[in-house]
């Protein structure tokens, strides 16, 4: 199989990698550059566990492939923290227990962060709607839900 | 094994690169590279074209034109888009959106495929480099069909005249149960002038209710009125029973969701 070369900024960083054509995203990430915060769960385009956000929107990683990712801006839950400090949305999810067994959290950390890029004051229902295509199996989604209500407004209060 | 993707700048050279066997055409990727996930071995070549025609779309004249790799994101987020809103949201998840394409869901068998529904009640023309098909004879060929779709256009009912309805047991989002659209004209007095009904997940892929449609020429949107074509809605279906549901039970349950649109 041929190699083909593939390029993109992951979490503000630069990356250049030769992979496998057909390769997917999620594949790439965890395989070749060594992310392993986007999860393989369903690999069908269900559970969302591999949800990562590209150039802006939220993409299902499983599902791209590599290759089609040339000259993108990717960013993945790994690349959240600042310092040693966490986003707002990792702060709130592990202050609510909205993570227990932890395999869906980055994908529905990556959904959240679209949503409050977006809509830094969500409404509850505009907070289901955006978490509607992840999965979890632990937490009954209260939660979650929760969490990302919090972080929204802990954000605005760091903006006032 | 993976997948070679070679990618062209024109629908035309990806055409003729479609022709090799095993190859596959990909739009967004939810469902060739889910098959791929799956095991599909039987597909060794990925063609895309990134012609930026295939991205566009265009309202002018009365008739809208839509490129077949516009997102349904793109559709739901559309200002003057605003009919297909509901049935573009109706597809998948926020990250779903974001990539499957208008194109791949002409292709999508049940119980996928609600956005195609909605393009069967609209009477949808389905354009290919070849020219155009209306959409009821394309989603009939479709599983011979080899020839890229490069765009879907309609000329849009007044807004009031279309009705777009998913039924699923989860809430916001869920595989569909079934769906339905329609497009009804109303003559002056209220009565139903004309219609077009398409139903999801009643057989392998959207399909008209035609006798339906037939019984609601003449009548009223009253209940009394749409009894006989809801009394029809099941003629000719042929469900599938998946996970979801029975065929029993999604032929049970039509001609209530069917009612609850044309009183709606």
Redesign the interface.
Known sequence: ??K?PVQFTLNGSEKAEFI?????LLNALRDKIGDTSPKGGC???TC?AC?VIIDG????S????A??CDGAAITTTLGLAEGGVMHPLQRAFLDTFATQCGFCTPGMIM?AK?LLDHTPNPSRDEV???L???ICRCTGYEPIIQAVLRAARANSQNAA | ?????HTFATVKDANAALKAAGTRY?G???LV??A???GDVSVSG?I?SIDPALSAIAIAGGKVSIGASVTM?AIARHPELGILAKAARAV?????R??ATVGGNLFAPAPYGDFAVALLALDAMVGTDDGELPIETFLAGRDGSRAIVTSVSFTPPKADGFRFLKVSRVK??GVSVLSIAAVLGQAADGTVSSARIALGCMADRPMRAKTAEKALLGRSLTKDGIAPALAAAGEGTSPITDPIATAWYRNEVLPVHLGRLLLS
């Open positions: 199989m041929a083909v496998d054509s057909g390769t997917t690999h069908q385009g969302g949800s929107e939220l993409r299902l499983c599902l791209t492939l290759e089609t959904a679209v289901i709607e955006a509607s295509g992840n | 094994m993976a997948l070679a993707l990909l967004g990727g939810t590279i889910r791929a996930n799956e990925l895309r994101a998948g998840g926020p990250a779903v974001n990539m916001p989002k």
